[in-house]
């Protein structure tokens, strides 16, 4: 079911959802350092979409640079929008953030960074590496929406709140009168 969002909501929406990214991208990474995806030695897929916009190679800190820049800024990108999708859409929600995580892999590493030459095509990726991508990209997808629901619940009991509070001030005041 689609719903009518008024303005206010959709900025604490994408506020709740670019914070849940952000959190989401922190448990991504604390995923990849305890299950990594690349043991090969193969390089980040940002670092190489990085080179290749460039033309050329770039340093090893200039790759983790990359790297963590683009990790960062996708993941609360990414989270920003399910957040504010998520107000409209609430099914998008759906397995707890999980299957929102798992849209970010099939439409990354699945399709376009295969597409781009950035990847093996899934079929050609090693095992690790897929089963590291479904795990923490499922973990992503997850803290993204407990971090986006809790923020979002604690906002409307907040609004509920002033809102109650601000009848009983007019009804005392009326009765006062």
Same mark, same amino acid.
């Given at each position: ?17 670019? =914070?849940? %990214?952000? #959190?989401?991208?922190? $448990?991504? /990474?604390? &995923? ?7 043991? @090969? +030695? ?52 759906? =397995?707890? %953030?999980? #299957?929102?995580?798992? $849209?970010? /892999?099939? &439409? ?7 597409? @781009? +030459? ?54 005392? %005041?009326?009765?006062?009168?």
């Amino acid at each position: 079911m689609i719903t009518n969002a008024p303005r206010r909501v959709v900025a604490k929406g994408l506020i709740a959802g670019l =914070l849940g %990214g952000l #959190a989401g991208s922190a $448990a991504k /990474l604390i &995923g990849e350092a305890i299950y990594p995806p690349r043991t @090969l +030695g193969q390089e980040p897929p940002p670092a190489l979409l990085v080179e290749k916009v460039l033309g050329h190679p770039i340093s090893k800190g200039e790759r983790t640079a990359a790297s963590q820049v683009f990790h960062w800024t996708f993941g609360s990108g990414l989270g920003a929008a399910y957040g504010v999708a998520a107000e409209f859409v609430p099914s998008v929600t759906v =397995l707890h %953030g999980v #299957a929102f995580g798992w $849209a970010v /892999l099939l &439409g990354t590493h699945e399709s376009v960074l295969p597409a @781009l +030459g950035l990847v093996e095509p899934p079929l050609h990726q090693p095992l690790r590496e897929q089963t590291s991508e479904i795990a923490t990209h499922a973990l992503y997808g997850f803290v993204t929406e407990m971090v986006r629901r809790l923020l979002m619940r604690y906002w409307r009991r907040k609004a509920s709140t002033e809102k109650h509070e601000a009848t009983r001030m007019a009804v005392s %005041g009326a009765v006062a009168s």
